[in-house]
């Protein structure tokens, strides 16, 4: 699925939250708040920095003026980006965000009072600081492995900051972050202002099947605040301050029932590699996380309704303020795609269907003891068939003419305790990819969130 919303199971690294491209600021990202899967439109974060992404679209799209939507913030706003390379591993980046609405309002608020000439140039600075914000940005390349990237938005308004230390290791990222303030999202896209986050992390990097490993530190400070949005929801436990360690593994198998590589145009290349086969495909994740809080932010643990009724590990010292807590998890992916991704038309079909267990023993725990209903014929618990219920998400992509294709997904929640909607979509994305087809695995997405009313022009690399 190409247009995933940000789960602790995202393909390839197990039960992990990654950061998530957003319109909600300037520098385009958001982390999802520890537990919480994301809303969808929030898509997976590609490996390149959103200056550069904007960079791209001027240079090699023809686009000057990228737009964004977010309703909760400021509506439509246009981004411009001027990348200036200093050296050759140092580059400097000035970033422009225009609010066209305040633009809108500043240009008919003039003419509606015809003031003079003169009160335009009077009022100039004030107004350019209501519908502009400028950010700045430096990247630098110590090593061919190691990269430092610092950055600062919303400058004299909000004075964003971020700095990123990353390095490459054999078979292992190694990252290390700072940002003022954090901006996080929870599951119902809220999103939230951490004064202080820092963080660390170290990720194994291999194959696409296999063992892989995830280890993170991360300490918050200071009381989160919402940024735009609901002001009335409740913060989330697990942004209070304190410090979060946490490490997953997890086993990825795939499984390929049918793969058809004949009918292919020869010396014709597909607009998209990886989109180049007729295929039916299994993927399988299981794997086991672990965490410890200490803090303020340990309270979570004792909240988690899921691991009282299940043999998940739990510890909380509500003394210490120490919380320990540890979780199996599992995953299973379907995938079916016809058509070579060749022709000019109709030549692309795929569709996906991906169920997660997020709670391995909570999952355990309900088929058991619904199995010893059904063996003692007795009337099952309606909450114990909600216990087995997996989170699923399906996807559905089409090629309509040349590297363009259309592409919706969708959450699907099964609940048991409603009468009128066992089943009803919860969520739902729709999609415009652009494949670049000169770069073998690239793409340009538009993508619009209904439900969260936002919406984002973005580059995505390597995705299948």
């Not at 940005?137 to 990269?147: A, F, K, N, V, Y």
Request: charged share 25%; hydrophobic share 40%; glycine share 6%.
């Amino acid at each position: 699925m190409l247009l995933r919303r940000m789960r602790w199971m995202s393909e390839g690294d197990g039960r992990w939250e990654l950061d998530a491209e957003t319109p909600a600021t300037m520098e385009g990202t958001a982390r999802p708040v520890p537990g919480d899967p994301l809303p969808l439109g929030l898509s997976r974060g590609p490996r390149v920095t959103r200056p550069k992404q904007l960079d791209f679209f001027h240079r090699f799209m023809a686009s000057p003026l990228v737009p964004t939507f977010s309703a909760a913030r400021d509506g439509v706003s246009v981004h411009h980006a001027h990348l200036l390379h200093l050296t050759d591993n140092w580059s400097f980046t000035i970033l422009e965000q225009i609010h066209v609405k305040k633009l809108v309002s500043v240009v008919k608020e003039k003419l509606a009072n015809r003031q003079e000439e003169a009160s335009w140039t009077k009022d100039l600075k004030k107004h350019l600081h209501d519908v502009m914000s400028l950010g700045v940005g430096t990247e630098l390349l110590i090593t061919p492995d190691t990269t430092l990237l610092l950055e600062l938005y919303d400058i004299k308004k909000g004075d964003r900051g971020k700095a990123i230390f990353h390095h490459k290791l054999p078979r292992h990222n190694v990252t290390f972050q700072a940002s003022w303030p954090g901006l996080f999202v929870d599951k119902k896209g809220v999103y939230w202002d951490v004064p202080l986050s820092l963080s660390s992390d170290l990720a194994s990097v291999g194959s696409s099947s296999g063992l892989s490993y995830h280890l993170l530190l991360q300490q918050n400070s200071g009381e989160p605040k919402c940024f735009g949005g609901d002001e009335t929801s409740d913060v989330p436990i697990a942004l209070l301050p304190g410090l979060c360690a946490k490490a997953a593994v997890s086993i990825k198998k795939s499984i390929d029932a049918w793969r058809k590589k004949e009918d292919k145009i020869k010396n014709v290349q597909p607009y998209d590699i990886f989109l180049s086969d007729s295929h039916v495909s299994f993927t399988g994740i299981v794997g086991a996380v672990a965490s410890a809080y200490l803090g303020d932010c340990s309270r979570r643990v004792s909240t988690l309704d899921e691991a009282r009724r299940s043999n998940a590990f739990r510890m909380f010292d509500e003394r210490n303020k120490f919380a320990a807590f540890g979780d199996l998890f599992a995953s299973v992916t379907f995938t079916a795609q016809y058509g070579n991704f060749q022709r000019l038309f109709l030549d692309l079909t795929k569709a996906s269907a991906r169920f997660d267990i997020a709670s391995g023993s909570l999952f355990l725990c309900g088929a058991s003891q619904l199995a010893q209903d059904f063996f003692f014929s007795r009337r099952p618990n309606i909450e114990t068939f909600c216990d087995v219920c997996p989170d699923v998400t399906v996807s559905l992509q089409q090629q309509m003419v040349g590297p363009f294709s259309f592409r919706v997904e969708s959450s699907v929640a099964i609940d048991p305790r409603s009468q009128d909607h066992f089943v009803r979509v919860d969520d739902s994305i729709f999609a415009i990819d652009w494949a670049l087809k000169v770069l073998g695995s690239a793409k340009a997405t538009a993508w619009y969130s209904p439900k969260h009313q936002e919406a984002m022009v973005e580059l995505r690399f390597f995705e299948s």
